[in-house]
Each structure stands twice: as structure tokens, then as C-alpha cells.
């Protein structure tokens, strides 16, 4: 196995470790090289690798019934539903396998609502640029980066692309035929930028007085992972439909999107459907990870802990003004500007035991689990300083 690793799969990844198992905040690859994991899974792993509650929920609910189809009510989903409309504020949730699939959805259902309001509608949706919604055909159509799309044109049509926190290149794109305006909370592969509070306002009126659908992706900012358990939370408004996964089942694949009942009951049997979308096993992680978030007081951790280490990030870039040229983000959701290839960095680290995550070409992300504590930031700062120090 080890000589051609990529002998069976489709290299659409380049991998470089294989990991074998996880404790607290910590990998272990195959030859037991301990890791610090400044990644979470790309945002997922909100609760670290070794949380036994958690752990203790999935097994158990592997002995009861791990799937059964839509066509029925189970307890777990119905928990799951509840606890995700309340900490939302939406009022209805379809759950999904996936963000992307959680986007699909969310795509789907505005342009329902403008389809029963005018058949004649032709449903165009207003994203931004350098945005990043997944990889599914309808998801990419919304993503703003070329690379991402021009292999795969034809898209869906009716998209086009304003420009992120610029509030009046959104009103030149709004016609009689948008259904929708989508856009990430905080943007993530686009270089960690939260939206300013003008911007995202202003989108909230001008989607009232057009009855325009506000979609927010709150897929990686979500779930705690700015300090609020959604991020718009910052902002003091709420979307008509927002989208959530990664963290949501921390681990278990699962994604959801919500609305408030204006736009939710646009939705009838045979629009939409799922076969694995939160089934038992799925929905009572998601189940446990709420019960978990509001025992620890997830939000409020993050919102401390988080504060400590943007400090430290920025004592770092005035250390280094050459290497690092913004500190940027929210909660632990941070991205590192910086003026050489992200990747040289992420690999120096990986060499080192940290593992970091990249953000377009030059920023380094960083998005720990949220049960990170201030040990574990100093040592990741420590290692941090060694690269910027040798660049």
C-alpha cells in the first residue's frame, strides 16, 4: 500500500500523511507521530477526537437503528430538528448528507418561493465573488471563482457575481427576477473575511423591500465557531434561509439548510428529498453535539479563548511585518495573510507536527477544534514562530 497510496482513488487530493487516530486536539499518524490539529477536519471536528459523551451517543445509537428511510418519524431527528431551529432562530430544517447538499437545497427552495409568487420567474440568484458553497454542479454555479467553474460550464444560469462587503455592487445586480442573495457569514476559502455590519444589514433591507430570499452559508462560520452559535448572530439580523454542517455532527457526516416559515412552506411533498439525509445515526450526533455545545458552554469558550489567541497572532505579525502581513477573522476562524506560498508554510508545519489549513493562495487558515485551551495556542505559536523566523 505504502509505494502507490493513490493507486485506487482519484487524485483529486494531494495527500501527504495517513492518520490513524485522534485524542483531544491531538493526530497520530501511522508511524505514531503526534500532531497538533489547528485544522479540525476543515472546521468539523468542533469537540476534538476523544469526547466519550459524544462517542457513547453514536455507539448507542448504532444498537438501536442506524437507517430508515424519510417516509418515517424517528426520535432522533425530530430532537435534532428542534434544537437546530431553536439555536438558529429558522423555523423549519430539512436535513441533508452534506454542505453542498445543504446549499442544493437552499438554492432549490428560494426559487420555489419566487416560482408560486410568479410563474414566469426566472430565478436568478445573486452570490459573490470568491465565494465557495462546494463542489455539487448547482453549488458550483454559486461559487465566485473561476477555477472552481470553468471545467465544469455549463452551469445553472440565472447566477451572477457581486462584490463581498461592497453593499452597492449587490443593488446594480437585483432584478424583477432575483429570488435570491447568497453569501457566507464569514468567507472562507475566499481569505477568512466576516462581512461587515453595513454590508450584511444592507442586504437584509434590500432583500425586504424586493422579497428577495437572504441565504447565509453558515457551513464552516457556524456552530460556534465564531463565538455565537450561528455568526449572524453578530450581525443582530436573520436570514429567510441559512445552511449548516461541518461541525454540526462533528465528525458524522450531516449537513442541514433552515428557513422561517415564510419561505419553508414553499416546500411540498416530492420537491425535495434525501435517502441517508438525517437518518438516526446522523441526527442523534447532531443531537449530542447541542447537548454537549450547551453543557461546556461552547460559544463562550471560544469568544475567551479566542481573544487570547488573535492577541498572540498579532504580537507575532508586528514580529514579523515581512512574513505576515494581516491577521484576520472571527472566533477561531482565522486566516493569517501572509507574503510568501501558503503552502511552503502549511508544509514546514506538517514537518513540525501542526497541521494548518490553507485559504486561496495566500493566506494560512487556522480552525482548531473549539475545545482548544491556551497550552495548546502557545505551542502552536511556538512552532509558528520557528517557520516565520526561518522565512
Not at 164 to 173: G, P, T
Not at 301 to 328: D, M
Request: charged share 25%; glycine share 10%.
Amino acid at each position: 500500500m505504502e509505494k502507490d497510496l493513490d493507486q485506487y482513488l482519484i487524485h483529486t487530493y494531494n495527500r501527504s500523511v495517513i492518520f490513524e487516530k485522534g485524542e483531544d486536539v491531538y493526530l497520530y499518524d501511522d508511524q505514531g507521530k503526534k500532531y497538533l490539529d489547528m485544522g479540525a477536519g476543515i472546521a468539523v471536528s468542533a469537540l476534538g477526537y476523544s469526547n466519550e459523551e459524544f462517542k457513547q451517543g453514536v455507539k448507542d445509537q448504532v444498537d438501536k437503528l442506524i437507517h430508515i428511510s424519510n417516509l418515517y418519524y424517528t426520535k432522533p431527528v425530530l430532537c435534532a430538528a428542534q434544537y437546530l431551529a431553536e439555536a438558529s432562530g429558522m423555523d423549519r430544517v430539512f436535513f441533508t448528507n452534506s454542505g453542498t447538499e445543504a446549499i442544493e437545497g437552499a438554492l432549490k427552495l428560494a426559487r420555489k418561493y419566487a416560482y408560486l409568487k410568479n410563474e414566469d420567474s426566472k430565478g436568478e440568484i445573486i452570490a459573490m465573488e470568491h465565494s465557495f458553497h462546494g463542489r455539487s454542479m448547482g453549488a458550483v454555479s454559486v461559487t465566485g471563482t473561476k477555477h472552481y467553474r470553468e471545467a465544469f460550464e455549463p452551469l445553472i444560469g440565472g447566477v451572477s457575481f457581486a462584490v463581498y462587503n461592497d453593499l452597492e455592487s449587490v443593488k446594480k445586480l437585483v432584478t424583477k427576477d432575483t429570488c435570491a442573495i447568497l453569501l457566507e457569514t464569514v468567507q472562507g476559502e475566499g481569505g477568512i473575511y466576516p462581512a461587515s455590519e453595513e454590508f450584511l444589514k444592507g442586504i437584509r433591507r434590500l432583500c425586504d423591500e424586493n422579497d428577495i430570499a437572504m441565504i447565509l452559508d453558515e457551513i464552516q462560520c457556524g456552530m460556534g465557531r465564531t463565538g455565537k452559535m450561528f455568526a449572524y448572530e453578530h450581525y443582530g439580523i436573520l436570514p429567510d434561509i441559512m445552511t449548516s454542517a461541518k461541525a454540526l455532527g462533528n465528525g458524522v457526516p450531516v449537513g442541514a439548510f433552515a428557513a422561517v416559515e415564510k419561505f419553508a412552506e414553499a416546500m411540498c411533498p416530492g420537491d425535495h428529498g434525501t435517502t441517508y439525509g438525517g437518518n438516526p445515526l446522523a441526527a442523534a450526533a447532531v443531537c449530542k453535539v447541542f447537548e454537549i455545545f450547551k453543557k461546556k458552554g461552547i460559544p463562550c469558550h471560544v469568544q475567551e479563548i479566542s481573544s487570547y489567541f488573535f492577541e498572540k497572532l498579532k504580537a507575532l505579525a508586528e514580529k514579523y511585518p515581512s512574513v505576515i502581513t494581516e491577521v484576520r477573522g472571527k472566533g477561531l476562524l482565522i486566516g493569517l495573510e501572509v507574503s510568501c506560498p501558503n503552502g511552503e508554510i502549511v508544509k514546514k508545519a506538517m514537518e513540525k507536527g501542526l497541521v494548518l489549513l490553507t485559504a486561496g493562495s495566500n493566506v494560512v487558515r487556522i480552525a482548531p477544534p473549539l475545545v482548544i485551551e491556551k497550552e495548546q495556542i502557545d505551542a502552536c505559536l511556538q512552532i509558528l514562530d520557528g517557520i516565520f523566523s526561518e522565512l
